[in-house]
């Protein structure tokens, strides 16, 4: 086991004892993250992959890797922020939705895919020494699509999905109750993958390339990975999560704008019916042997952020048969954002 794999074991760890997120959960979580490591470590291999797979990623999206109409949407959506009102407020408020795709099945019977949602709502406290709250609903999972849910038929539409992928987990196929808890202050610092806190937040500058040492250095703190994916990564996390002033948000669209390999990928909808325009970066390739783009989603006229989103953009030889070149694998979407006086309700 390296260095990583026990760092990344630790902070799982932690973040159960912080959320009381359940083992089978958390087997997801550490599934997903490793997947993201494999698709870094791939891309990492070498320029000469790189190429080959954003010429290949061309092929199958036919979309054209456009760094100047990348850098010019950004540079857009960065005056845009910029502008924004700051607000205030007790808490800053995010009202969230995630999805991942998940390979189920039953051995020998044949593979589908599920997509399993949960919703999140998040309150920020301004004051650094007061508690954090969080809201967290599992909203189940079910056949992702049509070709899906004809294979779980034919499995005999069983109530719970079994993976294939990393150990035997079982997945819910009903709701969960919501479930409201504090959190200790700064403890919620990995929650969407990144170890911000309020505080890091406040003390961003607002200068792209002094930004971009800045986030370097809390990657490091965080992580023994680095590089222009951890940056397009933990900047997209910062627009779409954190109580950046507009300041900080106009700079880090900006230093996105001059990341290498940064290329427009057009209109989309994104996984919550909304249309706004993405923003992409190669990662790589999973395990099974499928090769993905991660993408940011915007809307570059009032300088917002969607959506995070991992796409399929070529399809492995270990993947479930009902998969698809442009399939959303994962994604992290913001429904609603700001400063309240509120916490949650009855707290």
Not at 225 to 234: A, C, I, P, S, T
């Amino acid at each position: 086991m390296t260095m990583v794999e026990d760092d990344l074991r630790e902070a799982l760890r932690s973040k159960a004892a912080v959320f009381g997120t359940d083992p089978e959960a958390m087997g997801r979580v550490e599934r997903r993250i490793r997947r993201n490591r494999n698709r870094r470590a791939a891309t990492a291999a070498g320029a000469a992959f790189a190429v080959a797979a954003a010429a290949v990623a061309v092929g199958v999206t036919g979309q054209h890797d456009d760094g100047p109409a990348a850098r010019e949407l950004l540079l857009t959506a960065a005056d845009a922020a910029a502008s924004a009102p700051a607000g205030t407020g007790r808490y800053w408020h995010t009202s969230g939705l995630s999805e991942e795709l998940i390979q189920v099945g039953s051995p020998g019977r044949g593979t589908y895919q599920v997509r399993e949602r949960a919703r999140t709502d998040l309150w920020m406290p301004q004051d650094a020494a007061a508690p954090a709250w969080i809201r967290t609903s599992g909203l189940g999972a079910a056949p992702a699509t049509k070709a899906d849910e004809a294979v779980w038929r034919a499995q005999g539409s069983p109530a719970t999905y079994r993976t294939t992928e990393n150990g035997d987990v079982k997945i819910p196929a009903k709701p969960d109750k919501p479930l409201t808890e504090r959190i200790k202050p700064g403890g919620y610092g990995e929650r969407f993958g990144q170890e911000l806190t309020p505080e890091d937040v406040r003390t961003l500058p607002a200068d792209p390339a002094r930004l971009r040492t800045a986030l370097l250095r809390l990657i490091k703190r965080a992580s023994a990975d680095e590089g222009d994916e951890q940056l397009f990564d933990w900047g997209g996390s910062l627009l779409l999560r954190y109580p950046a002033s507009p300041q900080v948000r106009a700079a880090t669209y900006r230093m996105l704008a001059g990341l290498p390999g940064i290329r427009k990928l057009g209109t989309v909808t994104d996984r919550a019916g909304r249309t706004g325009t993405a923003v992409g970066l190669n990662a790589g390739v999973d395990a099974q042997g499928s090769r993905f783009t991660e993408r940011l989603v915007l809307d570059p006229k009032t300088g917002r952020a969607l959506a995070w989103e991992s796409v399929m953009t070529g399809k492995g030889g270990k993947a479930a048969g009902t998969a698809r070149a442009g399939q959303v694998e994962t994604a992290q979407l913001t429904l609603e954002s700001g400063w309240t006086g509120e916490g949650p309700p009855g707290r």
